[in-house]
């Protein structure tokens, strides 16, 4: 028994950290071990899901669990390398193969020999090189840019994509073939948002590694965590982990995290923080109230325009178009009605202390209080 397979057969079925990836629901249990059966193969997999979802985490611990460990991991991002680059990239090329080659280089495949390469955004690959693609998957043979000699290699390929690819098959967009030539073992990363009882796990691991980078260390407060697992999460565990470091770096001495100190779009209630809906409005069989509807919009556009002058009614009121004595007798009124716009002034009202303080340009509006009264 070699050592990764010591590891896999030491790890639990029912971990949340598997080979640092964070999860413990039930999707997440069952991608590990869909991790754990490749791994030991040398099968292609394609990993689709959202943006930040983690898919560069899963082709390296399939790597990192496999024979070909000792190799190399060479990722390659596919929509970040201008499309005229990206085949030498790739597969290299030649002296004089092009303007400005002044010598032969190796690609991303040669280095990858023996190991796995990692190709990012596969759907951004111009038909040309999904061509290219398809023969190095076939017979692990290509030609470098310039060249004639045939080199072959040995590399175990994981592609991942945020699109999807069937539409992009059904547009002629992407190849058939190669779109069944990559999906041997397909892997379908959940969005945060569809695996919520695992925000408090990944937020105590993130915290954790920064800490280990020398940050101080944070906790996070119940009503901040309620705050976290209620958010959309649209950008999935990329933009928590991001919004952790922010809080953090800026945080407040007494290292904890509050409700408080969340940003806007995260405390605001839903009705205002969601897009608008869009016209026709779903009637059903008893229609529609036609005066709430219509409140809830004037509360999503006033409740923009306090948040992009912080709180400053008089500049709200330019931006509104209305007299300003019009906006406070609008607010008054909502405020008896209970509108969960006053939830926004309230928010405004307070002390950010995760904030460096206003730019100049925003310091320049003359101040003017956030209460309705």
């Excluded at 959202?50 to 070909?68: F, M, N, W, Y």
């Excluded at 982990?241 to 940003?263: C, F, H, T, Y």
Aim: hydrophobic share 40%; net charge neutral.
């Amino acid at each position: 028994m070699n050592a990764a397979d010591a590891i896999r057969d030491r790890e639990p079925r029912d971990q949340a950290d598997f080979a640092g990836i964070i999860g413990r629901h039930p999707r997440m249990q069952a991608i590990f071990e869909i991790i754990r059966r490749v791994a030991r193969t040398s099968a292609t997999v394609l990993i689709t899901g959202e943006s930040g979802t983690g898919k560069e985490l899963v082709a390296d611990a399939i790597h990192q669990l496999s024979p070909r460990r000792a190799a190399r991991f060479v990722p390659v991002h596919c929509g970040a390398i201008p499309e005229e680059l990206l085949e030498s990239e790739m597969f290299g090329h030649e002296r004089g193969a092009f303007t400005g080659a002044t010598s032969s280089r190796i690609g991303r495949f040669k280095l990858a020999d023996q190991g796995t390469i990692f190709l990012d955004e596969i759907g951004e690959m111009s038909p040309k090189l999904q061509v290219k693609l398809l023969r190095v998957l076939e017979d692990g043979r290509f030609e470098p840019v310039g060249g004639v000699a045939t080199q072959e290699v040995d590399t175990r390929i994981i592609a991942a994509t945020n699109r999807t690819l069937e539409h992009d098959v059904a547009t002629r967009h992407f190849r058939e073939d190669l779109y069944y030539r990559l999906r041997v073992v397909p892997i379908e990363m959940p969005a945060l948002r569809d695996r919520r009882e695992d925000i408090p796990l990944l937020v105590e691991h993130v915290l954790r590694e920064l800490v280990g980078k020398g940050m101080r260390r944070f906790e996070v407060a119940p009503g901040a965590m309620d705050v976290l697992q209620r958010h959309q999460w649209p950008g999935n565990v990329r933009e928590l982990r991001n919004l952790l470091e922010q809080l953090v770096v800026l945080g407040r001495p007494e290292g904890v995290i509050e409700a408080s100190d969340l940003p806007a779009h995260l405390t605001a209630p839903p009705e205002l923080h969601q897009s608008a809906r869009v016209a026709p409005w779903d009637f059903g069989v008893g229609g529609i109230d036609f005066y709430r509807e219509m409140e809830a919009i004037e509360d999503r556009i006033i409740a923009r325009a306090l948040r992009l002058t912080e709180g400053n009614k008089k500049e709200a009121a330019r931006l509104l178009q209305l007299n300003r004595t019009t906006l406070l007798e609008k607010l008054k009124r909502k405020r008896a009605q209970g509108s969960p716009l006053m939830a926004v002034l309230e928010d405004l009202g307070k002390p950010y202390r995760a904030l460096p303080p206003r730019s100049a340009a925003v310091s320049a509006i003359p101040s003017d209080d956030v209460s309705v009264a």
